[in-house]
């Protein structure tokens, strides 16, 4: 799936959610168009009609245009009457009945993505408990997007090619230096891989994650004879941030586990890997090949 189109994913749904816990009748949105100083609104939750689908709504025009130029949240109780806003939209907004319009700019990195919008059909005043609701709706894809992006950059930067390039945690003395912190990036970006798959709604990015990461991990010449190794997942998410030098606190931070769950995770591993500490259990996995 490509990146607008988780992005439009997430934005549906939170569209949803943002109906659902304001109480707003109405909700649409949309993305802006990549390298345009404009959104197109794309996505809709109780609308009426089609006068505002496929609308394009340029930067500082109308409601979400402002949203768009400033970065922050807007909100009109009389859309076709407002002072505060330019008009260019009214005769759409007037077919769909709408009055009383706030407009959240989705914002990641410093650049607004996407705007969301609540609306009544009346013309009454939007509390500040609905404006809350609906920019915590707004974060909640921001964080989405923001954690593709990152994964995004991380696949680029795990390309294979670069994929087990290093030399393995044994390396003797000619492997050098740089080799050797060149395997520590190898290991950083397979922890951090690890780490963000669980938090991708979108599945073929979260597979290719995955994939990714097991390409990482991958020196068959180190594996151990005899019957391979498993892990669940969990138990080797776990074990990355146990090798990165996490402490069980730390890990289950970064993981939005429980301490107790990452250390029963922790034990299972080490129980699958005949190991009887933390350190041998992280040998163990990376001469099995299931860590970098």
């Known amino acids: ?58 930067s500082g025009n109308g409601l979400g245009g402002k949203a768009v130029a400033l970065a922050r949240p807007c909100a009109v109780t009389d859309y076709s009457l407002s002072r505060q806003i330019s008009h260019e939209y009214d005769a759409a907004v007037a077919e769909e009945g709408l009055r009383s319009v706030l407009a959240i700019p989705v914002v990641v990195r410093r650049r607004v993505r996407g705007v969301l919008y609540g609306a009544l059909r009346t013309a009454q005043p939007l509390g500040d408990r609905t ?61 951090a891989l690890r780490a963000l798959a669980p938090r991708i709604a979108d599945p073929a990015l979260r597979a290719e994650l995955l994939e990714v990461c097991g390409l990482l991990a991958s020196r068959p010449a180190e594996r151990a004879a ?21 402490t069980n606190a730390a890990a289950a ?28 259990a992280v040998v163990a996995a990376r001469r099995a090949g299931l860590l970098p």
Request: hydrophobic share 45%; no cysteine; proline share 5%.
């Open 1 to 58: 799936m490509a990146a607008d189109a988780a992005g439009t994913v997430e934005i549906r749904g939170a569209l949803a959610r943002l109906r659902r816990t304001t109480g707003l009748p109405v909700a649409f949105g949309g993305l802006v168009e990549p390298g345009r100083q404009r959104m197109r609104i794309s996505e809709f939750s109780g609308a009426a009609g089609l006068a505002l689908r496929g609308l394009a709504v340029t």
């Open 226 to 246: 005899g019957q391979p190794v498993a892990l669940a997942p969990r138990e080797l998410d776990v074990l990355a941030w146990v090798a990165s030098g996490a």
């Open 253 to 280: 931070e970064r993981l939005g586990l429980r301490p107790e769950t990452v250390k029963g995770y922790l034990r299972s591993a080490m129980r699958r890997l005949g190991a009887r500490t933390r350190g041998e």
């Open 131 to 191: 404006l809350t609701a609906a920019v915590q709706a707004a974060r909640d894809v921001e964080q989405a997007l923001l954690v593709g992006d990152e994964a995004r950059d991380l696949l680029t930067a795990a390309r294979p090619g670069t994929a087990g390039a290093g030399p393995g945690p044994d390396a003797g003395p000619g492997a050098g230096a740089g080799a050797g912190a060149a395997w520590e990036q190898v290991r950083e970006a397979h922890t």
